[in-house]
């Protein structure tokens, strides 16, 4: 998960920008980084190394790593993601008060964050009001963020929200 400006540095979107005019990695956009982390994406170690050391020391301690490194969270994130043929597992009503803020589930064709006990609508120009969890009593949901990811999260990653989820 990168920034959209990083120093002077000039990126071509979807170019090949390594050294050696080589093909590098591909620029995605996404609301914030809640939702990022849900499509199975961490921060990024060039353009916001603090952040992503914090996720990889974080990651090592869900999963009781000495000396983590993000190649071993890549691949996890990577055979969790749901584009690389994971599936989404199913969670009841009662256990949403168990996600840690930052985790986001799909019920129907709606997506929601967890925050503060409430559930907040996720649309691609913000979150709206938020939803009691008993409001989805009976529906089946899935979770979309990657269960390692809810590992870091639970160990007090602390995700950056977009401005729509603080109002």
Known sequence: ICVCQFRDVRREPMGRNRNGGKTGWTELFFLDEVTALSAGHRPCFFCRRERASDFVQRFG??????????????????KERLAAGGRAPVVSAEELAGLPDGAMIAEGGNAYAMRGGKALHWSSAGYGDPVGFGDFADRPIRLLTPA?????????????WHASAEA
């Open 148 to 160: 390692t990811t809810v590992s870091v999260l639970r160990q007090g990653y602390e995700p950056v």
């Open 61 to 78: 301690v869900a999963y009781g790593i000495a000396e983590p490194r993000a190649p071993q969270v890549d691949k996890r994130l990577h």
